[in-house]
């Protein structure tokens, strides 16, 4: 049974709301929804193994020489670099195995670090603190969306920015036939405000620069 009610309901992975109810069934995967930050997920459960998830990542091909896919990246790569001071030092979190948007904001006189749990996994670099962090097409994979975005306020030095890109999630209706749904790897899936939520609760700033990117500030203290 989904959402079995024999126990206590889980809370929100991402926004950590208590009682977040069955949404629907969709070729054996179930799918909860927050009535609190709008967030649809997969209970962990159905989570993939983390080996099937590699896998699964090893088959993308992201050709840097690709101008499409650096099409793709300047929708969050520009509205970041018009807000960052020269010179800032960031962090590509979860860059994947050929992180472009790391050498394009390199390119631009920034320094970069990177981190993915599987393709750059020196967990030393989570232990300095940055004026920006950048996670494109990373945050529909946080099986603890709610730790990981503690975490990543932690990263951010006061005034620092995130910059995520993901597809925001629109009518339920097209819930089943969508394309981003179909991906295994995918868990969690946001709204616009969905993030207005996670911002209120670290008191961060959101805009919505474009279409499925949004840019969180750590307030200056």
């Keep these: 049974m989904p959402f079995d009610l024999s126990s206590p309901p889980p809370v929100c992975p991402v926004c950590l709301a208590a009682s977040p109810r069955f949404l629907m069934r969709v070729a054996s995967m179930d799918y909860g929804r927050c009535d609190v930050c709008e967030a649809t997920f997969i209970p962990s459960s159905q989570h993939?193994?983390?080996e099937s998830e590699r896998a699964e990542y090893e088959l993308h091909r992201n050709d840097p020489q690709d101008a499409g896919y650096r099409a793709f990246l300047n929708r969050l790569a520009q509205p970041l670099l018009?807000?960052?001071?020269?010179?800032?030092?960031?962090?590509?979190?979860?860059?994947?195995?050929?992180?472009?948007?790391?050498?394009?904001?390199?390119?631009?006189?920034?320094?970069?670090?990177?981190?993915?749990?599987?393709?750059?996994?020196?967990?030393?670099?989570?232990?300095?603190?940055?004026?920006?962090?950048?996670?494109?097409?990373?945050?529909?994979h946080f099986h603890?969306?709610?730790?990981?975005?503690?975490?990543?306020?932690?990263?951010?030095?006061?005034?620092?920015?995130?910059a995520i890109m993901t597809c925001f999630q629109t009518d339920d209706a097209r819930f089943a036939?969508?394309?981003?749904?179909?991906?295994?790897?995918?868990?969690?899936?946001?709204?616009?405000?969905?993030?207005?939520?996670?911002?209120?609760?670290?008191?961060?700033?959101?805009?919505?620069?474009?279409?499925?990117?949004?840019?969180?500030r750590k307030p200056v203290r």
């Design 82 to 140: 018009a807000r960052l001071a020269p010179a800032s030092e960031g962090l590509d979190y979860g860059c994947g195995p050929g992180p472009l948007l790391a050498d394009m904001l390199r390119a631009a006189g920034h320094r970069v670090a990177l981190y993915d749990p599987f393709f750059a996994p020196d967990r030393s670099v989570l232990q300095r603190s940055f004026d920006f962090v950048t996670c494109t097409e990373v945050v529909e």
């Design 177 to 216: 036939r969508w394309h981003y749904r179909r991906d295994p790897t995918h868990v969690v899936f946001y709204r616009e405000a969905t993030f207005r939520v996670i911002a209120s609760q670290y008191g961060w700033v959101c805009e919505i620069p474009a279409k499925d990117v949004v840019l969180m």
């Design 144 to 162: 603890h969306p709610a730790e990981e975005f503690a975490r990543l306020d932690g990263l951010l030095r006061p005034g620092g920015w995130l």
């Design 48 to 50: 993939p193994a983390p």
